[in-house]
């Protein structure tokens, strides 16, 4: 099975080797391709250097990186998450078995939530409202 995992990326230079490194030790294997949307802090060179497939979205705004990256890349399993070091990779591949054993088509994570900095004024609020109305359309816990 080829796995891709996917890193959208604006000035995430302060944790992105982590990630990486990160996902070299759970997915050894793995494609990690990093999406530089413009970033003014070396990102992209630091990701390159730690050994991910840099690729650049000049569009601004992650909803352009997001589609541009699943437009790109060609996998079985694809595996999107954050440059910022907030979820637990090493979780990733016990989601992974979760979903090749049940046959699942999406295995969704939840944030560890260890630094506040990481996030924007409001940000937190937005995704609990977000949560909450996927999991009322969609029929989630």
Do not use: W
């Amino acid at each position: 099975m080829r796995v891709a995992v996917l890193i959208p990326c604006y000035n995430e230079s302060a944790s992105i080797v982590s990630v990486i490194k990160d996902f070299q030790r759970y997915l050894p294997g793995a494609e990690i391709y990093v999406y530089d949307n413009n970033s003014t802090d070396g990102t992209g060179r630091k990701a390159a250097k730690a050994g991910a497939i840099v690729r650049q979205e000049l569009r601004q705004g992650k909803g352009n990186v997001v589609r541009r990256m699943f437009a790109d890349i060609d996998a079985d399993i694809y595996v999107m998450t954050d440059g910022d070091g907030t979820y637990d990779i090493k979780r990733v591949p016990d989601m992974i078995a979760e979903l090749r054993e049940n046959q699942l088509d999406m295995v969704v994570g939840a944030r560890a939530e260890t630094q506040d900095e990481c996030y924007r004024a409001g940000h937190r609020s937005g995704n609990r409202l977000l949560t909450k109305m996927v999991n009322i359309f969609l029929g989630g816990g």
